[in-house]
Structure formats: C-alpha cells, structure tokens
C-alpha cells in the first residue's frame, strides 16, 4: 500500500485513498479517528459520518477500509444536507 510520500501532491493521496487497491487493503482496527482521517483523508462532509460508520462496523467485525467508506458514502447519498457540495467530491479516473 503507499502512503503520502509516494505523491507529489495531497490531491493525487486524496485521490488514490478512494481506489479499490487502498480501501481493500486499508484496515482501520485499534486506530483512532484522528488517525483515520489522516489516512484514509477523510473530507469533512465524510468525517460528520465517520464514528457512527466505526461503531456499526466494529459491532460486524468488519475493519476494511472499502466497508467504511461505503458506509460513509451511503449515508451522504441518504442526507439532504443543503450545505454538500459536489465540487467538493474526487472523481477517480479509472481504466475500463
């Protein structure tokens, strides 16, 4: 798995954080918010949704980063917050 020193830039991170290569491989067991915000670069708009994701996944078992960020992404796509904003949202290019 890379990590932030592999990029040039925290966009090109921020972008990769979203691939299936790092949610797959990404595991958040024993870490602390912080630490998972920091890793998986977490948006604020994600953040407002991150402990709830934590406390059902943990009660699963279910420590990969790919079901976190579902969770998190689901729970958005179900929120009316008028205060989203789409343009804040990365779009990974990915080869078909």
């Not at 990769?16 to 977490?42: C, G, P, R, V």
């Not at 991150?50 to 579902?70: T, V, W």
């Amino acid at each position: 798995m890379l990590n932030r020193k592999d990029f040039e830039t925290e966009n090109e991170y921020r972008s990769y954080t979203k691939t299936s290569d790092f949610l797959l491989n990404y595991n958040w067991k024993n870490k602390s918010e912080q630490t998972i915000i920091h890793e998986m670069a977490l948006q604020p708009y994600e953040q407002e949704f991150l402990q709830e994701a934590m406390n059902y996944l943990s009660k699963k078992n279910d420590f990969s980063g790919m079901a976190l960020d579902r969770y998190i992404m689901e729970k958005i796509d179900r929120n009316d917050q008028d205060d989203f904003n789409p343009n804040e949202v990365i779009f990974v290019e990915r080869d078909e």
